[in-house]
């Protein structure tokens, strides 16, 4: 199902030889990625094998173990070629059916699955009574990330069970997902027109030195009805109904044009990182897009950087690569984004047309507890450094994790230890008293972000 990159070593629970969970997230996390980014529909199932543990105490755990064999067997039967069916917990399976049409789909292949399971398994002679219950979610009706469509589908199994139910579809999701998302959807629309959306800048500072030689831009959306929103809230909806490449095209024009005001405001010039979301490449018109951005704006070569997500990345190597290679020779820099989160390959390094890397803020965070990540954080800098990649590292939150990082030679840091992100006028004030060392800008005053003040 999931072409993965060379370097993903499937791993498989040695009891029942069925992929681990893991590895089951892993190849979940891909494949959430191509539905979200071709359509179409993916269902997880969870399912799992009542009063296990009585089977056990009744039986002994050699019955045990051979009846979640034999589940784990009759799961990989009733499966399509393209599904995949892993063990995930101690007396826990899951199915990712991928390219279902309708969540009637999933429900049939559960109900199925239900009935199989009816009978008493015939287990070295003894009759073994064997149920199971199924909790069941959809991507991207429930989630578009897999950790959470998982979460989804194991509190849908908590519930069948409660219910005494053989299974159960995940509730409509609260809030911000589905029962607000339709607002969401409507209000999105006119957000570009009626100049709602906002820039905020972040700096990156010079590990070295202290200057200041960039910032990434994070979208906010002064929504009129619900104040300021961050990104996590409305980008998966303007992925999800195709807004999100008006977005895009409206953050590229205004963090080239943002940049050229502050570089005349302050006499200072600095890299302006966009994010792209996780379908910008499938947009025949990106390259064009961002020439037409750079020129209108007239961006020195070399100005924008473009964060393209590692799993975005290697999700399908072989056609973003060519996209980066072209972006590239419009005169944009690319940037790996999440890095370590998504698995590639160190002969990865050797091919990606990248400028730089962006090692993941949950290193970052780590870094400091634990000898293993700070070494980890070593090794990506030295491998980076050795193919020209420059590294920045993000979410640097101490005084004591920017040190470690000058150790390691780590070109950039970017985090709340230097600055929040902040709007454009501060931003610049912030360049104008900085620029040589950000220590210097500290007495400038971020305004503080609603509601996130209080974040991890
Ligand atoms: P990201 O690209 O990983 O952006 C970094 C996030 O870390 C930002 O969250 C930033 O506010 C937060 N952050 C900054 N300093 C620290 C720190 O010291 N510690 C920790 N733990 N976090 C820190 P934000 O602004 O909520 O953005 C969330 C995500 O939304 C971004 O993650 C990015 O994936 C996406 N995003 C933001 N702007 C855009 C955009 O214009 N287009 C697209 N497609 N996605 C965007
Ligand atoms: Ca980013
Ligand atoms: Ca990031």
């Not at 969870?46 to 009063?51: A, F, G, M, R």
């Not at 045990?64 to 009759?74: A, E, F, H, N, Q």
Request: hydrophobic fraction near 45%; glycine fraction near 8%; proline fraction near 5%.
């Amino acid at each position: 199902m999931s072409a993965t990159p060379e370097s993903f070593e499937p791993r498989t629970d040695p009891l029942t030889g069925l992929s681990d969970r893991r590895t089951f997230l892993t190849i979940l996390r891909r494949d959430a990625i191509r539905t979200m980014t071709s359509g179409g529909l993916l269902a997880v199932l969870v399912v799992n094998v009542d009063q296990f543990r009585r089977i056990n105490s009744v039986f002994g755990f050699n019955v045990g173990d051979k009846t979640l064999i034999r589940v784990g067997r009759m799961l990989k039967e009733l499966a399509r070629r393209n599904d995949l069916v892993a063990r995930i917990g101690s007396d826990e399976f899951a199915l990712l059916l991928p390219g279902v049409m309708n969540e009637g789909h999933a429900v049939l292949a559960a109900s199925k699955i239900e009935r199989q399971l009816q009978a008493p398994l015939e287990i070295e002679g003894e009759r073994v009574p064997v149920s199971v219950t199924i909790g069941i979610a959809l991507c991207p009706t429930h989630s578009s990330h897999a950790e959470s469509l998982l979460k989804h589908a194991e509190l849908a199994l908590l519930k069948a069970r409660r219910a005494g139910l053989g299974y159960v579809v995940a509730e409509p999701v609260k809030t911000f997902e589905i029962a607000d998302t339709w607002d969401l959807e409507i209000e999105l629309e006119s957000a570009v027109e009626n100049e709602e959306l906002e820039l905020y800048y972040q700096p990156q500072i010079s590990v070295s030195d202290g200057r200041i030689t960039g910032a990434e831009a994070l979208m906010r959306w002064n929504s009129p009805s619900r104040g300021l929103l961050r990104p996590g809230v409305f980008i998966p909806v303007a992925e999800r109904t195709g807004r999100i490449q008006g977005l895009t095209q409206w953050a590229l024009n205004t963090a080239l044009r943002q940049a050229r005001e502050c570089r005349e405001r302050t006499g200072h010039d600095f890299h302006v990182a966009v994010n792209m979301p996780a379908n910008a490449f499938q947009n025949p018109q990106l390259i064009e897009l961002v020439k037409g951005a750079m020129k209108l704006w007239d961006a020195p070569g070399g100005q924008l950087v473009l964060e393209v997500t590692e799993s975005l990345a290697m999700a399908d190597p072989e056609s973003v690569f060519g996209i980066m290679k072209r972006l590239r020779e419009a005169g944009a820099l690319i940037s790996i984004d999440d890095f370590g989160t998504g698995y590639s390959s160190l002969s990865y390094f050797r091919d990606i047309p990248a400028d730089e890397l962006k090692i993941d803020k949950i290193f970052v965070k780590r870094m400091t507890e634990s000898e293993a990540d700070a070494s980890l954080i070593s090794v990506m800098v030295e491998l980076a450094h050795r193919f020209d990649i420059t590294v920045v590292a993000e979410g640097v939150e101490t005084e004591e994790a920017l040190t470690r990082l000058a150790e390691m030679d780590c070109d950039r840091a970017q985090g709340r230890l230097m600055a929040r992100p902040m709007p454009f006028d501060t931003f610049c004030e912030w360049v104008g008293a900085g620029a040589a060392d950000w220590r210097a800008a500290a007495k400038v005053p971020i305004p503080p972000e609603p509601g996130r003040d209080d974040e991890p």
